[in-house]
Nanobody, 127 residues
Framework: QVQLVESGGGLVQPGGSLRLSCEASGPLVTASAIGWFRQVPGKEREGISCIGHPEGTPYYSDSVKGRFTISRDSAKNKVYLKRDSVKSEDTVVYYC????????????????????WGQGTQVTVSS
């Protein structure tokens, strides 16, 4: 069973930096694609960034491209999502998801989602 645990959420001041971590554990974790998703209440879940293994070219949704950066530290089984200059619209619950059998990180983010999910981490941007 793959387990995913997010951390790094909380209260962030506008203009500050945010780094979320997703730690994966369990079998085949090194082969899995990992993605970050968010869901605004009343809207559909959005896959904002996904990264494979080996990393290759990550996928970013149009809504976050140029503003968020995903990275992977395979030695630590962690995937990070970084955002500088956070804004109020970044206030949302962020979920980490893993997919063991994958062919495209874009497909994972846009269509399939993950096979395994973390519990989510709330980010609140406020002064």
């Amino acid at each position: 069973q793959v387990q995913l645990v997010e951390s790094g959420g909380g209260l962030v001041q506008p203009g500050g930096s945010l780094r979320l971590s997703c730690e994966a554990s369990g079998p085949l974790v090194t082969a899995s694609a990992i993605g970050w998703f968010r869901q605004v209440p009343g809207k559909e879940r959005e896959g904002i960034s996904c990264i494979g293994h080996p990393e290759g070219t990550p996928y970013y949704s149009d809504s976050v491209k140029g503003r968020f950066t995903i990275s992977r530290d395979s030695a630590k089984n962690k995937v990070y999502l970084k955002r500088d200059s956070v804004k109020s619209e970044d206030t949302v619950v962020y979920y980490c998801a893993g997919k063991l059998f994958w062919t495209s990180v874009e497909t994972m983010c846009v269509k399939d989602g993950g096979e395994y999910w973390g519990q989510g981490t709330q980010v609140t941007v406020s002064s």
